[in-house]
């Protein structure tokens, strides 16, 4: 149970959701969940202390779950937010939303014979849709109390499963399950009696192409009204890992919004290239707060905590650390957190990643104007002759893995130069980092720099200009090198926990080894045979491959819980 979770139940006529409503309305509330909404042809429940606000429209038949901020990051007044839920919701309506407001939210709609659903374009909220008896069920996840809701055709989706195996730690939207339908970030779903149809009113790369030919806007305005809004007035736990991202995130608050954090929290290791202390102190000297140092020796990883993991949409991999997540978990309960704020998607709204292919934009963005000092900068921070040839590999490279893409916001990137479609891509895997984890079943875990505004922001400038010089999230840097330590800004490294992941999955061997080799993947054939190898101390110290350890580990606990699940549904 998170503190995101929300289920909406939406009937064809009222008779066919009071009854769907009785079979559940027990086991729900002995779970600790309360009725939210309650309108003749519309019902919503969230666990008691969920802290997802939930707005019916003013006619019954539509409602707003979540956090919505107007242009100029102001939170929308009940009446407005009442109001959103009261138009049909169509694809040009659709279109009209995420151009005027942003947040984290679902926004529902229902007419007769069908619900539309709006995921806004951060994914910030999971959605999930299904039909059962005349009524169309809308959540943020899946838990257990959910069940007897389940379509009767939910299945396991093997081939999905095979995919899941064959990339293990990757985030992958479509779920291994079958009948039930996941909504994209920026997608507008329309779910009928025997149909559906889907349309993505928001992609990054829909984003890229309307704003050719138009000023970017100014990062640091946009990154300070994204954070200070999602942060609200509101106590956190923020994250403070020594990089860049989570320093921009505590400079872009306000100061009474820093007063109000309740642990600025570093987590360290022993090792020298994971110990990024000296910069995370020097952060909080510059803006005014003590550090919270977390020593780090060890890695959770057991049956139980992984079970506790599995109950979402899909492997948790956004769980990968365990340990980390549980301390984040317990520093929000124990401080009285809202929640916990984090850098994570810095890295790509920014462009952290050193390519070549920024060369390559240089070109198609300014045909005959390109810059040859931008060739001669990019081949000195990538290591490349400035040769022809050279780039022709990184252009061949680069279409050989676009192939391997496999998220909606990928289908289209017509007139989008390579860098800006790796941007891109990056983008769709760090919604990894919107979906569960430990710390969000105690308190919602907020990413600003992956909201609607930043990657907006980061998506309009230029990849060349992003990086100007030859510099990773140069733009970034520049924006606020007066209120970030110069020793930050002028950093030129980043952490490095490979070793320190190495010895902790390598103290858990014998654990992994039956656990993986034992399993339900196994059984399914689908455990390499390379398997063997890697789970060996050596090779996982001196070769690394624990992400891929690792991300077997959550796939092998998902498919366990979900197998478990399925048959208890089946008695």
Known sequence: MGADSVIILLGDDPAALADVVASVRRRLSRAGWSRRVDHPFIKGFSPTEARLEITPAFDGHGVLVGEVFDGAGRPLSSEARRTLGCRRLDVGRARDVVR???????????????????????????????????????????????????????????????????????????????????????????????????????????????????????????????????????????????????AIVAAALDEGQRNRVTAWVNHYVDQPEGDERAYARAVGDRLGFTLTEVRRDALLIDEARLARSADGLRPAINDLDLTYNDDIAERIDVTGAWGSLTGQGGDAVFFQMPTPLIAIDEVWERGLGAR????????????????????????????????????????????????????????????????????????????????????????????????????????????????????????????????????????????????????????????????????????????GGFQKVLGLTLTEAWLRRWTERLRHRQV
């Open 100 to 246: 005027s407001v942003w947040g984290r939210y679902l926004l529902i709609r229902r007419t007769t014979g069908d619900v539309a659903v709006l995921r806004d374009p951060s994914g910030a909220l999971d959605a999930v849709i299904w039909r059962r008896a005349g009524v169309t069920v809308v959540s943020t996840g899946t838990e257990t109390v959910l069940d007897p809701l389940l379509p009767d055709d939910v299945a396991i989706d093997w081939t999905g499963v095979a995919a899941l195996a064959a990339r293990p730690g990757e985030f992958r939207h479509a779920p291994a399950l079958h009948a039930v339908l996941p909504i994209a970030a920026g997608e507008l779903r329309i779910l009928g009696a025997g149909w559906t149809s889907r349309e993505q009113v928001w992609t990054p790369a829909m984003v890229y192409r309307e704003g050719r030919g138009r000023a970017a806007p100014p990062l640091r305005e946009t990154v300070e009204r994204a954070v200070r809004a999602s942060a609200g007035d509101r106590r956190w736990v923020a994250e403070i890992s020594g990089g860049l991202d989570s």
């Open 372 to 543: 040859p000092s931008v060739i001669h900068r990019t081949a000195r921070w990538t290591r490349r002759s400035v040769w022809p040839h050279a780039w022709w590999s990184a252009w061949r490279d680069h279409q050989r893995s676009r192939a391997t893409w496999d998220h909606p916001w990928l289908a289209d990137l017509r007139g989008v130069p390579p860098a800006k479609a790796l941007q891109i891509s990056a983008l769709a895997f760090c919604q990894t980092f919107q979906g569960p984890a430990g710390r969000s079943r105690r308190g919602p875990c907020v990413n600003p720099l992956l909201s609607q505004p930043v990657m907006e922001a980061g998506l309009a400038w230029p990849a060349v200009d992003l990086t100007r010089g030859g510099r990773d999230r140069a733009a970034a840097r520049a924006a606020f090198a007066d209120v970030l330590p110069a020793s930050l800004v002028a950093r030129r490294s980043k952490g490095e926990l490979g070793v320190f992941y190495g010895e902790a999955v390598s103290a858990r061997l014998d654990f992994l080894r039956d656990y993986l080799l034992g399993g339900a993947l196994a059984d399914a054939g689908l455990i390499r045979p390379e398997l063997d190898a890697l789970l060996r101390r050596e090779t996982l110290l001196w070769r």
